[in-house]
């Protein structure tokens, strides 16, 4: 590190990332357990991409938006997971200030990217389920492909914010990070300089992607329950309230701990706990949204069937 004019203030060329906790013994067990639940994430993500990429019987909205999800989710734990794990038992937890850019950039995108996602996905399922006659009318498949790149292109702008004023701090107090990753927050509570206005910005453009978003998926989900205790069928409304009940609540998770990390008065005291919270929606949904989402998913499974069956199931591909 380069000193500066101002005391106890620093250009930093790295950065030293402290991890989830400094207990010696839990660095074996949790080393495991990340590289397990990665291990699921990758498999389950990808095997969902490539299951939904060939099966003809998968090719409709609903499963197109699940596999951009899938997607989403094995970059942005891809993003993290593999510099955390060396992390936990090597004493060099450092990372270049260019490298800590490009995660927090990278991981910024992906996460807001899934927020819109999440939104529109909720409203194919409002349509499907309220509309079902029109549903494959009103989701063309130009509709779908300008509903996912706005999600990309929400996610790109918005980590491009706070990126280019992230990159106007000039010198820090320190360069140990207590976090697992290069997240915003921790970052600028080590800035010199006052940083008010990119607090300001987190603040604003997540409660605004927030609200925004969960109006959508509020809003979606209510007529969905009203068109649901609508049903004649016990059956149908059985499970459809089945399958809605276990994506809102997926949503619901992923959104909270979004809510409880960025649109609240920042304490010194909360970063252990905004570890923790960090944790779910960055390592643990991922793992679980292939579960939730489409393994549960009768069609999904016998589409998968099919592909285990079948010889050479994965040249479509590459086709």
Sequence with gaps: ???????????????????????????????????????????????????????????????????????????????????????????????????????????????????????????????????????????????????????????????LIHLCLALQIPSYRSNVINHFFCDLPPLLSLACSDVTMNELMVSIVATFNEIITIMIILTSYLLILITILRMRSAEGRRKAFSTSASHFTAILVFHGTILFNYCRPSSGNSMDTDKVATVFYTIVIPMLNPLIYSLRNKDVKEALKKVLRSRVPFEKLFS
């Design 1 to 159: 590190m380069a000193e500066t004019g101002e005391e106890n203030c620093t250009s930093v060329t790295e950065f030293i990332l402290l991890g989830l906790a400094d207990a010696p013994e839990l660095r074996v067990f949790l080393f495991l357990l990340f590289l397990l639940i990665y291990g699921v994430t990758v498999w389950g993500n990808l095997g969902m991409i490539a299951v939904i990429q060939v099966s003809s019987q998968l090719h409709t909205p609903m499963y197109f938006f699940l596999s951009h999800l899938s997607f989403v989710d094995f970059c942005y734990s891809t993003i993290i997971v593999p510099k955390m794990l060396p992390n936990i038992l090597n004493r060099d937890k450092a990372i270049s200030f260019l490298g800590c850019m490009v995660q927090f950039y990278l991981f910024c995108t992906c996460v807001v990217t899934e927020v819109f996602l999440l939104a529109v996905m909720a409203y194919d399922r409002f349509v499907a389920i309220c509309n079902p006659l029109l549903y494959m009318v009103t989701m063309s498949r130009n509709l779908c492909m300008e509903l996912v790149s706005c999600c990309y292109l929400c996610g790109t702008a918005c980590s």
